[in-house]
C-alpha cells in the first residue's frame, strides 16, 4: 500500500526535525491529502527528508499526531504494544503501591502515542480516546492491555464529539465489569469512581500530590473552604487532615457524592457543610457577612456557565482570586488551581499579582504543582502539562505585594 505524504511547509520545518509530535493544519502545505481518520501517513520536509510517520486524527487544532520518528517503524500492533510496554516499566513504582492504586498507566504522546490516555483503577483500565483516528486503534490497544496487564476489564472514553466533547455511551468494553462504586485507594484516601457513568469517574488523579499536601500539612484544626468542589475529594483530604470543610458547587448531586466520598473514609458528613450553590455568589454573600476561612480551594473547570454566571478562566482567575482573598483569613491559605491548557505559568502568576493589587492584600507563593509524574510529559510538547496549582499565602491585608 502506497503511504500517504504530508508535506510540511518550510517555515514549520525546524519544529518538527525537532520533534514537536502534533501535525498542525497550518503546518502543512497538502493538509488537504488526508482523507479518513486513523490513516497513517509520512510527514516529509519540501525537500523530501523524513520527519515522522503519525496517524491522522482531528483534536483541536491538531490534524494528527506523529508516533515514531523512525524510518522503518510502521504504526502497527508491535509499536503499539511496545509502547504500552515501555509505559508499563515506568510506572513499575505505582503497581507496587499498597496505597495508591488509581494513576495514569499511559498518557498520550508522553508516552509516544498523542490522543490515547489509560488510566488504571485497581486493576481497572479506563482507555480515553481523544479523536476517531485515534478510536481507530482502539482493539490494538485493548488487546495490548489484556496481554500485558492483570486487567479485569476495560472501559472507554470517547471524547471526540464537537469540541472534544465527551460522546454519550455504555463505556464497558471486555472482561468483568466494575463495582459501583469501585473503591480506589490514593495515599491511603479511598475515594469511590464509577467507570461507567458519564464523562468523568469522581475523581481526578492529577490532584494526588496536592491532596496530599492539603491533609498532611494543611488541615489540621482549620476551616476549609473547597469550592467546585465535585465529589468532595478535597475535603476528603481535609477532614482526614483534621479540618471542618465547607463545599460549594452548582450541580446538586455533588451533595451524595461527597457525602459517599466522607463515607468512604470514615468522616461524617454531619460535621462538615455541603451547600449546592453558585460558587460566585457564594463567594459575594459569605464576604458580606464577613465570614472566613484559614483555606479557600479554587479548582474551577477552564470554562463553566451557570444559571447566574458564565466564568472562563484565561479571562475571569484574578477576579475569582480577588473574591477568594476577601473570605480568606489572613495568615491563611488559597490554593488555586487551573487545568487550562492554554495558561502558562507566567500568566497564572501574573494573574495572582494583578489580584493581590486588586484585593489591596499582600501575597506569597509557597508552593507550585504541575502535572504528578505519572502523567509523562513528552518535553517536545509543552502545552501537555496542562496543570498550575499554587498555594498562596495571604500574609497581610493592605500594603498591596506580592513575593
Ligand atoms: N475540584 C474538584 C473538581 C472540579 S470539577 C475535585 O477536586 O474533584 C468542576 C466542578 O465545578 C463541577 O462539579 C461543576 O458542577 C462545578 N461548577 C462549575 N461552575 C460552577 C459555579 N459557577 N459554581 C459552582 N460550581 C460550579
Not at 484574578?318 to 491559605?333: I, K, N
Request: charged share 30%.
Amino acid at each position: 500500500m502506497e503511504e500517504k505524504i504530508l508535506r510540511v511547509s518550510p517555515s514549520y520545518e525546524a519544529q518538527y526535525r525537532d520533534g514537536y509530535p502534533l501535525v498542525m493544519e497550518e503546518a502543512l502545505t497538502n493538509p488537504g491529502a488526508l482523507k479518513e481518520e486513523g490513516e497513517v501517513f509520512r510527514l516529509e520536509t519540501k525537500g523530501g527528508d523524513f520527519l515522522g510517520r503519525g496517524y491522522h486524527g482531528r483534536q483541536n487544532k491538531g490534524l494528527g499526531w506523529i508516533v515514531t520518528t523512525k524510518e522503518t517503524e510502521t504504526i502497527d500492533e508491535r509499536l503499539i504494544q511496545k509502547r504500552l510496554i515501555v509505559a508499563l516499566g515506568r510506572r513499575g513504582h505505582f503497581f507496587g503501591q499498597e496505597e495508591t492504586n488509581l494513576f495514569r498507566l499511559f498518557n498520550g504522546e508522553g508516552d509516544g502515542f498523542g490522543g490515547v490516555l489509560i488510566d488504571y483503577y485497581d486493576r481497572w483500565y479506563v482507555i480515553q480516546f481523544y479523536s476517531r483516528g485515534a478510536y481507530a486503534f482502539k482493539d490494538v490497544f485493548v488487546e495490548a492491555i489484556l496481554q500485558n496487564t492483570d486487567a479485569i476489564g476495560v472501559y472507554e472514553k470517547k471524547r471526540f464529539s464537537d469540541g472534544g466533547a465527551y460522546v454519550a455511551d455504555d463505556d464497558f468494553v471486555t472482561g468483568t465489569p466494575a463495582p459501583e462504586p469501585l473503591p480506589v485507594k490514593e495515599n491511603g484516601m479511598t475515594f469511590a469512581s464509577y467507570l461507567n457513568d458519564g464523562a468523568m469517574t469522581g475523581i481526578f488523579l492529577d490532584q494526588r500530590d496536592v491532596r496530599r499536601k492539603v491533609r498532611d500539612e494543611l488541615a489540621d484544626g482549620r476551616n476549609v473552604l473547597n469550592t467546585f468542589s465535585y465529589t468532595g475529594a478535597f475535603s476528603v483530604a481535609a477532614a482526614l487532615g483534621g479540618a471542618a470543610t465547607t463545599n460549594i458547587d452548582a450541580a446538586n448531586r455533588s451533595r451524595e457524592k461527597t457525602i459517599e466520598q466522607f463515607r468512604m473514609n470514615g468522616v461524617d458528613p454531619a460535621a462538615h457543610d455541603i451547600i449546592v450553590d453558585d460558587v460566585f455568589q457564594y463567594l459575594k454573600r459569605s464576604a458580606k457577612r464577613e465570614k472566613r476561612w484559614d483555606l479557600v480551594i479554587l479548582d474551577p473547570p477552564s470554562f463553566a456557565r451557570t444559571k447566574q454566571t458564565t466564568f472562563k478562566a484565561s479571562k475571569d482567575y484574578p477576579s475569582l482570586l480577588v473574591s477568594a482573598a476577601a473570605v480568606t483569613e489572613t495568615g491563611g491559605y488559597i490554593l488555586a488551581s487551573t487545568n487550562h491548557g492554554g495558561m502558562t505559568h507566567g500568566r497564572f502568576r501574573k494573574f495572582i499579582k494583578q489580584a493581590a493589587a486588586e484585593a489591596d492584600c499582600t501575597f506569597k507563593v509557597e508552593s507550585v504543582w504541575s502535572v504528578p509524574e505519572d502523567v509523562v510529559q513528552d518535553d517536545k510538547y509543552p502545552e501537555g502539562s496542562y496543570l498550575k496549582v499554587y498555594l498562596i499565602k495571604k500574609i497581610a491585608e493592605g500594603g498591596a505585594s506580592h513575593e
